[in-house]
């Protein structure tokens, strides 16, 4: 079945450093690849998203690059502060209809 | 509404119990999305509907899982004979397009569920 692959699990940063989390998928039928952040105990909230018609997009610190051949998608924070401090999920969508969530980053940036 | 609403915000069942969600979309949204979010990651997509059409239910547990979405009520998650493996955080999201027009996914604050 469908299947979206996150790495790492854990990532620990210094406040300033940048940050890098990557994503597979399997389903070459994907075509939306939002990136959702959740605070402890909150609802996950979209920081960035890419269609399958564009390798990169960039929104202040962070962006997202697409690679469709390899079905490998990365997101990069750049400076990172202590409210970075999050669990980051990638997510890749087939029409909208099915969303399949990676495992999820938790990230610390430490001060 | 301009948000995602969902209640109850925290449910408690005995195991074997009956559990109902309830999840109000974003006016004018028309795609509702279920996940099941267990020990804080993981989250699991379980159904999808297009106003009250379901879409995708390829994650649904379906011997005690179903779901609706009518028109001019809440769409609702009912777990029939509830097992502990059921608890779970569960996030109700909408959309305002779909197909070539997909796009963000809006969650709601989910509602907690244990299963005692």
């Known amino acids: 079945g469908e299947n979206v692959e996150q790495h790492p699990s854990t990532l620990s940063v210094q406040e300033g450093d940048s940050a890098v989390i990557k994503c597979t998928y399997s389903?070459?039928?994907?075509?939306?690849f939002p990136w959702y952040k959740q605070e402890l105990g909150k609802r996950p909230q979209l920081i960035i998203d890419i269609r399958s018609n564009v390798g990169e997009k960039k929104d202040q610190r962070i962006a997202v690059t697409l690679n469709k051949t390899a079905k490998h998608f990365s997101l990069h924070i750049t400076e990172t502060q202590p409210e970075d401090s999050a669990v980051y999920f990638c997510a890749a969508s087939t029409g909208g209809f099915k969303t399949i969530f990676g495992a999820g980053t938790r990230l610390f940036v430490k001060a | 509404g301009e948000e995602v609403a969902q209640t109850p915000k925290h449910l408690v069942r005995g195991e074997g119990q009956k559990a109902k969600l309830y999840c109000a979309p974003i006016k004018g949204h028309s795609y509702v999305f279920w996940y099941q979010q267990v020990l804080k990651n993981e989250f699991k997509f379980l159904i999808s509907?297009?106003?009250?059409?379901?879409?995708?239910e390829t994650g649904m547990p379906k011997e005690r899982f179903s779901a609706k979405c009518l028109p001019n009520s809440p769409c609702s998650l009912e777990i029939q004979a509830t097992k502990l493996e059921d608890s779970a955080v569960y996030f109700c999201?909408?959309?305002?397009?779909?197909?070539?027009?997909?796009?963000?996914?809006?969650f709601g604050p989910g509602t907690r569920l244990t299963v005692l």
């Open positions: 509907f297009q106003n009250e059409n379901v879409f995708d």
């Open positions: 389903d070459s039928a994907s075509n939306y």
């Open positions: 999201a909408s959309s305002q397009g779909g197909g070539l027009a997909v796009n963000e996914q809006f």
